[in-house]
């Protein structure tokens, strides 16, 4: 535990956020940079505020290394709004390949049902989604409009750790909880979208980086404004109110990950975070990871003793010594610890020792 006695907070979102972060958002909170305001009291339109959502923009773009034809955007309604505005904006000839691996693939498919001809090019629903399915010769509609995928199943914990062969099709991917925590590259997805909850800042902020020739005059006149990227894009996020306070975090969040070193330097540190937790769980008599080894995720891990009762009494006992949050996804039980980038690897240690202590005590 820290000078706070904070504890370390193993939920899948919201989730953890770098101290550092949350130390400067306290000391900005009354009076930030002398402008006599808190970022929560002023005017969108203000020269103050706007530095704020560019620079969020510049860090986010020299972070990922977005290029110039692809537009950023600051947007609300939830990773749960993306599963409709992707295909409201995006279908043309009315069709579109989804892979479903997860429950946030499989909602977001269904909800592109409302709108197309949706293909299931792929799933892993046959064992539960605990793999990525092979995905390098899918049998892809010559005339799909895109090819989407859930990039790392929060849920479940496996990501794709080989982007499928979309057959020349534009790709869009969810990346809600592995966004940032790996360098992207970008040009190989017309779209991809993310909830900051999961790795980047608080809920009620959806990053989306899409191509700009996906951007449409032409949508059904039924389409709300609200729902058009062009709009937005055209807008520069500031069409209406945007989630001021949030895209202000994520600011802080961007620049934090520049002072670590950018996304190469996450990459090497959220794997010896991940390698300490498998490494034990592959040798632990009584815990065990429920994930094909080459599907597993960096950021959740879940994981059985194998006795529901057991596992109870496991989140209560760590919940006590403060590690919170250990309790899987309500649809598939046991535990599951999301360790995004702002989990310390001092807190990845402390949840193996405590592991290790219940191992001895139950096995
Ligand atoms: C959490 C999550 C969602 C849902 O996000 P909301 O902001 O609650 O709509 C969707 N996709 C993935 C991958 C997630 O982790």
Request: with cysteine.
């Amino acid at each position: 535990m820290d000078k706070y006695n904070r504890v370390y907070n193993f939920s899948a979102g919201p989730a953890v956020l770098p101290v550092e972060v949350l130390e400067t958002a306290r000391d900005e909170m009354l009076n930030y940079k002398n402008s006599g305001l808190s970022v929560m009291e002023m005017s969108h339109r203000s020269k103050i505020y706007d530095d704020i959502i560019k620079t969020a923009e510049k860090d986010l773009r020299e972070l990922v290394g977005i290029p110039d034809n692809y537009k950023v955007l600051f947007l609300q309604g939830g990773a749960h709004l993306q599963f409709s505005m992707v295909p409201i904006n995006l279908l043309k000839n009315g069709i579109a390949d989804y892979i479903v691996t997860g429950q946030w693939a499989k909602k977001a498919y269904n909800e592109a049902k409302k709108y197309g001809k949706i293909n299931k090019a792929a799933t892993s629903e046959d064992k539960n989604f605990s793999y990525i399915p092979d995905c390098s010769n899918l049998d892809i509609d010559p005339q799909a409009d895109y090819v989407y995928i859930c990039e790392n199943n929060t849920i479940y914990g496996t990501k794709f750790h080989t982007l499928p062969n979309a057959k020349g099709k534009t790709l869009v991917s969810d990346m809600s909880s592995c966004f940032l925590s790996e360098p992207i590259d970008i040009t190989k997805y017309g779209l991809v979208f993310a909830g900051v909850q999961k790795n980047v800042g608080p809920a009620g902020v959806q990053v989306v980086i899409i191509k700009e020739d996906l951007l449409r005059d032409d949508l059904p006149h039924w389409c709300p404004t609200m729902l058009s990227y062009k709009i937005h894009a055209d807008n520069n996020s500031l069409y209406n109110t945007p989630p001021a306070y949030g895209i202000y975090i994520c600011s802080l969040v961007f620049d934090w990950l520049k002072k670590q070193g950018g996304l190469k330097k996450m990459k090497e540190i959220n794997e010896k975070k991940a390698k300490i937790l498998y490494d034990y769980l592959d040798n632990s008599k009584l815990f065990k990871g429920t994930v094909e080894k080459n599907s597993r995720s960096m950021m959740n891990v879940p994981f059985i003793t194998g006795s529901d009762e057991l596992d109870k009494k496991f989140i209560e006992e760590a919940k006590n010594q403060g590690l919170i949050q250990l309790k899987g996804h309500r649809t598939v039980s046991g535990m599951r610890a999301s360790i995004y980038n702002a989990m310390p690897i001092e807190g990845v240690v402390a949840l193996v020792e405590f592991m290790e202590k219940f191992e001895q005590e139950n096995l």
